[in-house]
Structure formats: structure tokens, C-alpha cells
């Protein structure tokens, strides 16, 4: 698959925005890097998948729980509430990809972790495949 050059910074601007969010939360919620990884991350994503379709995206009528909670986290870590703003905008986060959707993230990210090195021998073992499978709503078939 190949991927216009728009699409290539825009991916690197998520994966910068991911990296900023993680760095905040380590670093006890720091407001800033908060902000910064928002604006990465909402700057990338339509630059990956094209404004239109991040549009309808986010205002599909079943997402609207989801949208609304994920930018009032937003706002709120830009108003200077990082924890709460978090907080919430992972809630938004679950309510956008989570398994309530048609076709849940969850079990595509759960995939791929399972095919790393460390931690898909982790995720493999035999309790904690069960939960993981739980949590992410993987179903499994009669088969």
C-alpha cells in the first residue's frame, strides 16, 4: 500500500501526538506536552484519512457520546484541568473505537500486540488471553 506524502506526515504527527500524550501523563499530567500531543494528534488525523471522512467520522449520530466526550476532554486539558480532561477524553476515546461501535479497534490493536516480541508472549498466556479477549470484545467463534 503506498502512502502520499500527506499521509506519511500525518502519521508522524499522530505518532507524535501519541508520543506527547504518553509523555504527559508520565511526567504527572503535564498540561503542556497534554496540549501539545492533542493538537498533533488532531492535526494528523485527517491528513490521513482525508478531512471528509474525519468529519463524518467524529459526527456519525452513534459516535456522538464519544465525540462530545473526547473534545470536552480536550477543552478541559487546554483550560488548564489535565487530569479531568484526561480523564474524559478517554472515555470519549473507548466511546469512538470501543467495542459499542460496528467494528471495534480494540480487537485490531490487541492483534497487533500480540504479534510483538515480549508482550504478545504475555498477552498469550492462557487467564490473561481470556480477559484480554473480554475487555476488548473479541468474540470467539462456535468453531
Do not use: H
Not at 500527506?6 to 508520543?19: D, E, M, P, R, S
Not at 508520565?26 to 492533542?38: E, H, K, Q, T, V
Not at 462530545?68 to 489535565?82: A, E, N, R, S, T
Amino acid at each position: 500500500m503506498w502512502l502520499s506524502d500527506a499521509q506519511k506526515i500525518g502519521i508522524a504527527l499522530v505518532a507524535f501526538g501519541i508520543f506527547f500524550q504518553f509523555l504527559g501523563i508520565i511526567l504527572l499530567f503535564d498540561g503542556p506536552l497534554l496540549a501539545l500531543g492533542n493538537i498533533l494528534f488532531l492535526s494528523g488525523l485527517p491528513l490521513i484519512i482525508g478531512p471528509t471522512k474525519t468529519f463524518y467520522f467524529f459526527s456519525r449520530r452513534e459516535k456522538w457520546r464519544g465525540t462530545l466526550c473526547f473534545f470536552g476532554g480536550i477543552l478541559l486539558v487546554f483550560f488548564k484541568w489535565p487530569i479531568t480532561g484526561i480523564c474524559i477524553e478517554f472515555i470519549g476515546f473507548v466511546g469512538l473505537f470501543g467495542p459499542s461501535s460496528r467494528r471495534s479497534f480494540f480487537p485490531v490493536i490487541l492483534q497487533a500486540l500480540r504479534q510483538t516480541p515480549i508482550i504478545g508472549t504475555f498477552l498469550s498466556l492462557p487467564y490473561i488471553r481470556q480477559a484480554a479477549d473480554k475487555i476488548a470484545g473479541v468474540r470467539q467463534s462456535a468453531v
